[in-house]
């Protein structure tokens, strides 16, 4: 079992890349457009920086990472893929029960290559919209979490471009180069899905985009690592190794956010949590404009599943390359054939759940089981307001609110589903998702702190630092 990894090679990997001379001159190929890419599109302003970060060495769960300060365009991107799990079969569709592939069965490479470059096209995706925010870093902690998942956003585009060079021939090598071309926002040439072309723009967005947006990133890698082709499985299930820290920095970051606030509030005297002018005026962020940053990032997220009811999603699930969230764990025949899933929909003038082929609702109940992951999180969240004796609630807002993709486009619903015509919904977005006036209120509140272990005024310092390390450690060595 190839556990530990080669780091005499240029590219670290546990493949055995040194006796594949053909893929391994072809990655080399590859090597110097990334590191173009990440010099230019990489954090920008930090290229330099001494920051302390975890590389994977290894990919056995006991201990796969070690720590260190790196210069990030010296990070060693490998390629890992978990171990292989012997006699693995096909878990679902068609084929279950068949040995899963070593290689891509020939009926299916299209579908299986689309699949994999979508899932490659995200992840430089994100580190483009993330490039600017280490200037604005509330800490040198933040910092550092930033390019930690900056890092292993690049590590999850070499994962899915070795998927391309090894087994996709000529095509491969194109798709692999795509990925490097496209970019987050451009008007010619933009990143392949909607979310992954907007704004980053502050840290409160940061911290939602890591919790909402990776966690699409979660749930579908969870999907992918069913997969009957079983090199994909495995390079995605060490994938979901490092995403855990990404929601984390997203949930503890918003965590820390709102602590902050109540407790300013709390020191100020200040009950009502809609007394913006004076919260505001403290210089943290009231809770209603968390609750509209959240309305942004899920819904935007949401859009990230596809449409509810797909027949795309029915054939990659029958074909045994794309699965269910947890399929193995789920107690079914896994063909779907006969059986149906309540999806929501809204028929004449009201929302109803209807019963569709569960084969063709597979992109709805991943989107369920998504939200179901993250009313966890916003119920932590809540714990927190409470604990601090505010009087408010954060809420996922409803599936049919500010949507572009699926069953509620062209729908015009409030966060709590209340439906309206489009002229009074344009007049009242203001109220959810975070207008001009929020926008610049964040802008002007996100000045950088650098000074080792101290925290810009409007988020608390973490519980315990990374690495176990004390709070005055220095996560960045600034150049
Ligand atoms: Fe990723
Ligand atoms: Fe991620």
Redesign the pocket.
């Known amino acids: 079992m190839n556990i530990h990894v080669n780091y005499d090679d240029l590219i670290p990997n546990n493949v055995d890349l040194s006796n594949d001379p053909k893929l391994k001159r072809a990655l080399e190929k590859w090597h110097p457009g990334y590191i173009n890419w990440w010099k230019d599109m990489g954090p920008e302003g930090f290229q330099t920086a001494d920051v302390y970060l975890r590389t994977a060495v290894s990919v056995d769960p006991k201990g796969w990472a070690k720590f260190g300060y790196v210069k990030m365009p010296e990070y060693r991107w490998g390629i890992l893929l978990a171990p292989q799990v012997e006699d693995r079969t096909v878990p679902f569709g068609e084929h279950k029960g068949e040995l899963a592939w070593q290689d891509v069965p020939g009926e299916y490479r299209a579908m299986l290559r689309r699949l994999i470059v979508i899932q490659g096209d ?2 430089p995706a ?1 580190v483009e919209q993330q490039r600017y925010l280490g200037k604005t870093a509330p800490s040198l902690y933040d910092m550092r979490n930033l390019f930690q998942v900056n890092v ?2 690049g590590r ?1 585009l070499w994962a899915m471009v070795y998927l391309l060079q090894r087994y996709f021939g000529r095509d491969g090598r194109e798709e692999a180069e795509g990925l490097l071309a496209r970019r987050s926002g451009d008007a010619d040439n933009p990143r392949m899905l909607g979310a992954f072309n907007e704004k980053t723009p502050d840290w409160l967005s940061f911290f939602m985009f890591t919790f909402f947006t ?1 966690r699409d ?1 979660k749930m579908q890698l969870e999907s992918l690592a069913q997969s009957g082709f079983d090199p994909l499985s495995r390079t995605t299930r060490f ?1 979901l190794t490092e ?1 855990a820290h ?1 929601m984390f920095v997203g949930e503890s970051g918003i965590a820390r956010t709102i602590e902050r606030t109540c407790e300013v509030m709390k020191a100020n005297g200040i009950d009502d949590p809609h007394d913006k002018e004076r919260i505001r005026a403290l210089g943290v962020i009231d809770l209603p404009t968390i609750q509209k940053k959240l309305n942004l990032h899920y819904s935007l997220s949401l859009d990230l599943f596809g449409s509810e009811v797909s027949t795309n999603a029915a054939n990659a699930f029958n074909a045994g390359l794309k699965g269910r969230y947890q399929e193995t764990k789920i107690e079914d025949d896994h063909m779907l054939r006969d059986v149906t899933y309540p999806v929501l929909e809204l028929k004449d003038g009201k929302f109803v759940t209807v019963d569709e082929p569960a084969l063709a609702a597979l992109n709805g109940r991943l989107r369920d089981d998504y939200s179901a992951d993250c009313q966890k999180g916003v119920t932590r969240w809540n714990k927190v307001i409470e604990k601090a004796g505010v009087n408010f609630e954060l809420k996922l807002s409803h599936p049919a609110f500010h949507r572009y993709i699926g069953g509620f486009t062209n729908v015009y619903a409030s966060p709590t589903g209340e439906l309206m015509d489009k002229a009074a919904w344009e007049k009242r977005k203001g109220e959810w998702l975070p207008n001009t006036d929020d926008m610049d209120f964040i802008y002007h509140l996100m000045q950088p702190e650098y000074g080792i272990g101290k925290y810009a005024n409007w988020i608390s310092p973490p519980k315990v630092g990374i690495d176990n390390k004390p709070g005055d450690f220095e996560y960045v060595k600034l150049a």
């Open positions: 995200t992840e994100s292993e956003e999850h990776d990133g994938m995403e990404h």
